[in-house]
């Protein structure tokens, strides 16, 4: 086990020109001009002594106009004698990179100068373990994670990275201290899951020394370790205790002028004797980078917001290589970016969501699509790719095939005899079936329109006050012209709907544009079709009178009533023919032949002879009923509409009404690019529809 060396040696630089000139950290926030130098520079005296009593600090000499220079952490990494020179994120502290390079030049150091464009700010975010060969490196805020790369490949070192999600821990040294003995201190809430659990597969539980955010608060990774002792600028007695079961005295100096720049004891000294720790015989770096491109409308649809965020979000990285706007409205903006991650096992979820929002993976796309065999009838090979509503196309054996029955929220399945691909359930999967897994081989089109002409329109309704009215009126209109092309050209319409469409008086409209043969086939519940009988039976749809809005004495039973009178005749159809049932939705459904499925749920009454318990099988129906559907019409129905649009591919034309504007929000995000939603009232929509569609041109 390696000890500290015999003789530690750091660099400091005096405060003399210490103050808050700018805010670049979220420590400095509002502390513009709040430092005292008086006090800071006594502060600085006293660690200074601290450090020099056991160890020799070298000094730089201070700047003015520099003020953070004080920060020495920030120089670089020192190793042996070699330094890695920090190069800022922010342009604030770039001047006082020369004036670094000088001092480890005169200091007889190899110099490695740090590209331009690829930020690293030194032992801030670059510490050695003391135990392992190996840095633990910081990305996130300030160095980027190609700087893992980098130190890597300069030093020979295996580099860890890990990223940082809190601003307040925006330098690595600021939560993650590595000690004497191979443990770690830490603060667990600095960083995201996966680099969590990284640091929990390299070090062993019994040298984690997790710290709550009290301490981490007051700095106190931030410690300078010389031997047994550790200089900070403060510790809960609860942390000293657990450190001094660990042969460690915790030495408190105060530094809380410096804090108010965001840097306490560990980012004033930078260590100059690590020694030059061994190559291990892992790869010096697992980060692996590929470029990918993506073409629509990036920026109205904010879709290059949305694949930067998931990338960063994703514990990647990026750096945009190209980037062309559109010159006009209709014109397509190009971007494209390198991506980077720790490793393959971050990088591909973050691909496979790249490639859902239609971006082509430069080295993945050249790529078979790789498959796996299905072991377990309705369990999929681990990995699989996820499908969405977008058209996808999969290299197989050197030819891109269509993946037909798109859907979301399925798997492909390869039949290499053809060669042809399907979306598939996992429950339907078969034994020996191959199903995609990974992003190779794969490319999606997910086709964009300009802002305007999107059909997502709930927000544009939420959002005015006035003249909403005339607003859903126009829109109906537009769902009233496309209704009748469809119409025209013999095209499929399938209605969604709940039983707030009888409620509200929808159902002699819809009745009659069942005849006039805008409906090709119903997809609902029990409850649609229970109260639409209920009113041609009785008059009342929940008991409540149709004409006159008022609540039947015992109306509530109706509904019951109804039900028990379909199940005496055996069927709805039954009760068309036996002249029970001689009005209503259903009755028109029976009459014109237009196929129905109703699919049941745990709240259902009766139910209907017709209804579908079996869930599974019901979605099967609804998914054979939409088959080659142009436009889905969902009337008031969250949970069927959702279902729907799930199953439904993209380039279905989806219309939400609902006057819950949540359904529609809720729509839009299942990524059902096509959805237009009308926030309203179902029944006056539907009576304006109708009006709207009998007053077109045939
Ligand atoms: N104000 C300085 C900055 O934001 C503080 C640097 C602290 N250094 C460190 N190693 N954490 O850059």
Redesign the pocket.
């Known amino acids: 086990m390696e000890q500290t060396a015999i003789n530690p040696e750091f660099l400091m630089c005096p405060a003399d020109y210490f103050e808050i000139r700018y805010e670049?950290?979220a420590w400095?926030e509002g502390n513009t001009g709040r430092s005292r130098l008086s006090h800071a520079r006594e502060q600085w005296r006293a660690l200074h002594e601290q450090i020099s009593r056991r160890a020799t600090v070298r000094l730089m000499r201070p700047a003015s106009g520099l003020p953070?220079l004080v920060?020495t952490?920030?120089a670089g990494l020192v190793i042996g004698k070699k330094a890695v020179l920090g190069r800022f994120r922010y342009p604030e502290?770039r001047p006082e990179e020369p004036l670094y390079r000088k001092w480890f030049e005169e200091n007889g150091y190899e110099v490695f100068a740090t590209p331009p464009d690829l930020y690293f700010?030194g032992?801030?975010d670059a510490l050695t373990d003391r135990v392992e060969p190996r840095i633990w490196m910081g990305y996130g805020f300030r160095s980027v994670l190609e700087a893992a790369d980098w130190v890597a490949q300069a030093l020979g070192i295996e580099t860890v990275p890990l990223r940082l999600v809190d601003q307040r821990f925006y330098?690595l040294?600021?939560c993650l201290l590595p000690l004497g003995d191979g443990s770690l201190m830490y603060y667990p809430g600095g960083f995201d899951e996966r680099s969590r659990r990284r640091i929990e597969e390299l070090v062993p539980e019994s040298r984690r020394i997790e710290i709550d955010e009290r301490d981490a608060l007051d700095f106190a990774c931030?410690a300078v370790q010389i031997d047994g002792m550790l200089v900070m600028h403060r510790c809960s007695p609860t942390l000293a205790g657990r450190l001094s079961s660990r042969g460690l005295r915790v030495i408190q100096t105060p530094l809380d002028q410096f804090i108010l720049?965001?840097?306490s004891a560990?980012?004033l000294c930078l260590r100059l004797d690590e020694s030059a720790a061994q190559a291990g015989e892992k790869a010096p770096s697992e980060l692996v980078r590929r470029t990918m491109t993506i073409e629509g409308h990036l920026f109205d649809n904010g879709i290059l917001v949305r694949a930067m965020d998931l990338i960063a979000g994703g514990g990647g990285s990026f750096e945009t290589l190209e980037l062309r706007p559109g010159q006009r409205r209709e014109d397509h903006s190009f971007a494209r970016l390198a991506v980077s991650a720790p490793n393959a096992g971050v990088l591909e979820p973050i691909l496979a969501q790249l490639l859902q929002l239609g971006a082509r993976i430069d080295e993945t796309t050249e790529k078979p699509a790789r498959l796996a065999k299905v072991e377990i009838d309705g369990v999929s090979p681990d990995d699989f790719y996820c499908t969405t509503i977008h058209h996808t196309d999969v290299l197989v054996d050197g030819h891109w095939v269509p993946v037909t029955q798109q859907r979301m929220d399925g798997v492909i399945v390869v039949d290499r005899v053809g060669p042809r691909a399907a979306v598939s359930l996992i429950r339907d999967l078969r034994k020996g079936q191959e199903v995609v897994v990974g992003v190779d081989g794969l490319r999606v089109i997910a086709r964009s329109k300009p802002a305007g002409e999107r059909q997502t329109e709930e927000f544009a309704f939420m959002s005015s006050a006035v003249s909403s009215e005339r607003r859903v009126e126009l829109a109906v209109d537009a769902v009233a012209w496309e209704m009748v092309q469809i119409r025209k050209h013999g095209g499929r319409i399938v209605l969604v709907a709940g039983p707030v469409v009888v409620h509200t008086g929808g159902i002699p409209a819809l009745c009659e544009l069942a005849r006039m043969g805008f409906i090709s086939a119903v997809l609902s519940g029990n409850a649609l079709a229970t109260h639409d009988i209920e009113l041609a039976l009785y008059g009342t749809s929940l008991g409540v009178d149709y004409q006159s809005g008022l609540t039947v004495h015992g109306g509530h039973r109706h509904h019951l009533r109804a039900i028990n009178m379909i199940r005496k005749c055996g069927s709805i159809a039954d009760a068309v023919a036996q002249g029970v049932l001689k009005n209503g939705f259903m009755y028109e459904l029976v009459k014109n032949d237009i196929p129905f499925c109703l699919a049941g749920s745990i709240r259902d009454d009766g139910p209907l002879p017709e209804t579908m318990m079996d869930l599974v099988a019901a979605q099967g129906e609804y998914q054979r009923l939409l088959a080659g559907a142009e436009m889905v019409l969902m009337l008031s129905s969250m949970l069927h509409s959702i279902g729907v649009g799930n199953m439904t591919p993209g380039g279905v034309r989806l219309v939400c009404v609902d006057i819950n504007p949540a359904v529609a929000t809720k729509l839009a995000d299942r990524g059902s690019l096509e959805s237009r939603s009308i926030v309203t009232d179902v029944g006056l929509f539907l009576t304006m529809l109708l009006e709207k569609v009998k007053g077109m041109p045939e």
Do not use: S, V, Y
Request: net charge negative; glycine share 16%; hydrophobic share 30%.
């Open positions: 670049i950290n400095m953070d920060f952490a920030n502290r700010e032992a801030g330098h040294d600021t931030n720049a965001g840097g560990r980012c």
